[in-house]
């Protein structure tokens, strides 16, 4: 579980410090706060490769296509909004510590001592490029340095086996296939009976899930009562397709963390307590902690079951802007619980 976070440089954090994170940490604020970013900043430090970075930027609606026009000032323009106040001359520092692993970090850079030549192909101009460094410490000690270059082929980088469980979800990255492949993981291990159980008893009319496949990709299909066939899961709801993402992520990410933007999507606001009952008690029984954010005031009074007979495990993370800076203030389990239960306004 991570204890502690430091965040210097990225996105909208100048210099982040929090610690005594607990089992699940629920993010609120207004929007454009930097609720998204704080966990794009843990998704991003528990990764292994800069490749994680353009994932984010594809949930974020950025093109798949990465086309650099401009030469050296195109380069830097991808990633220019990494850093605090678009400051490229200072690095970025993602660090957290993990109470088994121990330490991590991430550092993004520009490499002062090389630099490579855009190739013409495909970019409408040649030049020479600092390339941007991704450097990571995985809890091993271990480092790796993976420099972001681009070659006729498009886009060249390294991977790094220190491996962090970790996963995101989100509208934009849960899907079908996803889902499909972790189901499939924990039906070889034998476990994915927990899953269906917890479904089940949520969402009675469902029978039982498998894995099919459907135009040549697997899909999970349910066993729906009074059907005469099974149904994709895809097309049968959003609420139930959003719950099993969340549980198929804690029951595939044993001793990690699960990242859940926007959690409240999908729920109908007089199951959500059931829900997040059921995903707090999944995570616990797996040992995995969450990041959650939400703008849902319906949520957070929904989430007083648990608080109740949680609060050493639960934290409620408050982002605030300070000008073009983010600060986040702690409100332990227990002054969350008074607040909700005295109608205070704490999103």
Same mark, same amino acid.
């Given at each position: 579980?991570?204890?502690?976070?430091?965040?210097?440089?990225?996105?909208?954090?100048?210099?982040?410090?929090?610690?005594?994170?607990? =089992?699940?940490?629920?993010?609120?604020?207004?929007?454009?706060?930097?609720?998204?970013?704080?966990?794009?900043?843990?998704?991003?430090?528990?990764?292994?490769?800069?490749?994680?970075?353009?994932?984010?930027?594809?949930?974020?609606?950025?093109?798949?296509?990465?086309?650099?026009?401009?030469?050296?000032? $195109?380069?830097?323009?991808?990633?220019?909004?990494?850093?605090?106040?678009?400051?490229?001359?200072?690095?970025?520092?993602?660090?957290?510590?993990?109470?088994?692993?121990?330490?991590?970090?991430?550092?993004?850079?520009?490499?002062?001592?090389?630099?490579? =030549?855009?190739?013409?192909?495909?970019?409408?101009?040649?030049?020479?490029?600092?390339?941007?460094?991704?450097?990571?410490? $995985?809890?091993?000690?271990?480092?790796?340095?993976?420099?972001?270059?681009?070659?006729?082929?498009?886009?060249?980088?390294?991977?790094?086996?220190?491996?962090?469980?970790?996963?995101?979800?989100?509208?934009?990255?849960?899907?079908?296939?996803?889902?499909?492949?972790?189901?499939?993981?924990?039906?070889?291990?034998?476990?994915?009976?927990?899953?269906?159980?917890?479904?089940?008893?949520?969402?009675?009319?469902?029978?039982?899930?498998?894995?099919?496949?459907?135009?040549?990709?697997?899909?999970?299909?349910?066993?729906?009562?009074?059907?005469?066939?099974?149904?994709?899961?895809?097309?049968?709801?959003?609420?139930?397709?959003?719950?099993?993402?969340?549980?198929?992520?804690?029951?595939?990410?044993?001793?990690?963390?699960?990242?859940?933007?926007?959690?409240?999507?999908?729920?109908?606001?007089? =199951?959500?307590?059931?829900?997040?009952?059921?995903?707090?008690?999944?995570?616990?029984?797996?040992?995995?902690?969450?990041?959650?954010?939400?703008?849902?005031?319906?949520?957070?009074?929904?989430?007083?079951?648990?608080?109740?007979?949680?609060?050493?495990?639960?934290?409620?993370?408050?982002?605030?802007?300070?000008?073009?800076?983010?600060?986040?203030?702690?409100?332990?389990?227990?002054?969350?619980?008074?607040?909700?239960?005295?109608?205070?306004?704490?999103?």
């Amino acid at each position: 579980m991570i204890k502690s976070l430091h965040i210097e440089n990225y996105r909208c954090f100048s210099d982040l410090q929090l610690s005594d994170l607990k =089992t699940l940490n629920l993010i609120v604020g207004e929007s454009g706060s930097g609720k998204t970013a704080f966990l794009e900043a843990l998704f991003m430090a528990g990764g292994t490769s800069p490749e994680i970075f353009f994932r984010t930027r594809g949930w974020r609606g950025f093109p798949d296509r990465v086309e650099i026009v401009g030469g050296k000032s $195109g380069y830097e323009s991808i990633f220019r909004d990494l850093f605090h106040a678009f400051d490229q001359e200072q690095g970025i520092l993602i660090r957290f510590t993990d109470s088994q692993s121990g330490e991590r970090w991430l550092k993004i850079y520009y490499e002062e001592s090389g630099s490579f =030549t855009l190739p013409l192909g495909k970019l409408s101009s040649i030049g020479s490029a600092t390339p941007i460094s991704f450097e990571w410490k $995985g809890g091993s000690g271990q480092r790796h340095l993976a420099k972001v270059e681009v070659t006729d082929e498009g886009i060249k980088t390294s991977g790094f086996r220190d491996i962090y469980p970790i996963v995101f979800i989100s509208h934009q990255t849960s899907n079908p296939k996803e889902n499909a492949k972790r189901f499939s993981e924990l039906s070889k291990q034998m476990r994915h009976q927990a899953v269906v159980s917890a479904v089940k008893e949520l969402f009675p009319e469902i029978k039982g899930i498998s894995v099919e496949v459907n135009a040549g990709e697997v899909m999970l299909y349910a066993s729906v009562q009074d059907l005469g066939e099974r149904l994709p899961l895809a097309v049968f709801s959003g609420g139930i397709n959003k719950y099993l993402s969340v549980l198929l992520a804690i029951a595939t990410t044993r001793d990690g963390v699960v990242l859940i933007d926007e959690i409240e999507n999908g729920f109908y606001y007089k =199951t959500m307590s059931r829900i997040l009952q059921s995903i707090f008690s999944f995570a616990q029984a797996n040992s995995v902690q969450l990041f959650a954010t939400t703008h849902s005031y319906e949520l957070q009074q929904a989430l007083l079951s648990i608080v109740k007979d949680n609060e050493d495990d639960v934290l409620l993370l408050r982002a605030e802007r300070d000008g073009a800076s983010t600060r986040i203030k702690r409100i332990s389990g227990q002054s969350y619980r008074s607040a909700i239960e005295l109608n205070l306004e704490v999103r």
